[in-house]
């Protein structure tokens, strides 16, 4: 029997870890973790009660009284939160523009890591990030770090907001997705760092499918040699 191993996918926003997290997951029959999620969520929960983003022990005491639950049904993601459904609403821009800001407590990051691992347990899984080949899933097998320009990842984004039918300005998400990307990478705890021993994948010019077939390839060679 092959070795069900255990993927991470870290990197910047709109890198395509998602997108691809997901094929991967689907091709292997693996589960697919999206930790950003988990973040999204308990900062929809602040926003909504009232929670400063910046008051570390608020936001831990909201998270003890939160349960945050990734589910797929039918091969689609959801995310339950106190068993409702809130895959939508964690997507908002309100939610985006304070989700960094949640991410940089330790006591946040410590309960949703916990949550993180018990996922992977059994391995056969693929988990996308900022800190998962550094911190969450030290040992995984195959650790990624995509990449892609800001200019190719604003651009991604609009597209999505177009076809949504949002409104959506080019400039206004290279501003977004710069700012973001800074306080994930220099915040204390756990930052957005390449692991040493994960694999570099610039995806800027590189379509869904040459993503997906990259990492395929990498997982067969890893799998073949265990
Ligand atoms: O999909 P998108 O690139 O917009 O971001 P996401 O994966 O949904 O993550 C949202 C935010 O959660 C990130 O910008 C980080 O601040 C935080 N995050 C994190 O700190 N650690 C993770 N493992 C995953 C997300
Ligand atoms: O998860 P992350 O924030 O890294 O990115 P994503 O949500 O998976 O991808 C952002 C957008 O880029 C999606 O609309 C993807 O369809 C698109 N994409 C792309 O055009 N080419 C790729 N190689 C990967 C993703």
Known sequence: MIKKISIAIDGPAAAGKSTVAKIVAKELGYLYIDTGAMYRAITLEALKNDVDVNDENALDQLLSKTDIK???????????????????????????????????????????VE??????????????????????LTDAEVKIFMIASVE???????????????????????????????????????????ADDAIMLDTSSKSIDEVVNEI???VKEKTTNL
């Open 70 to 112: 990734l589910i797929a049904i039918d091969g689609k993601q959801f995310v339950f939160i106190n068993d409702v459904d809130q895959s939508e609403e964690i997507r908002t821009p309100e939610v985006t523009r304070n989700v960094s800001y949640v991410a940089k407590h330790s006591l946040v990051r410590k309960k949703l």
């Open 115 to 136: 949550l993180q691992r018990e996922y992977a347990l059994n391995g056969g899984v693929v988990m996308d990030g900022r800190d998962i080949g550094t911190h969450v």
């Open 152 to 194: 190719e990842r604003a651009e991604r984004r609009h597209q999505e907001n177009l076809q949504k039918g949002f409104e959506s300005n080019i400039e206004e998400l290279k501003k977004e997705i710069a700012k973001r990307d800074k306080i994930d990478s220099e915040r204390e705890v756990t930052p957005l760092k390449k």
């Open 216 to 218: 395929m390839s990498i």
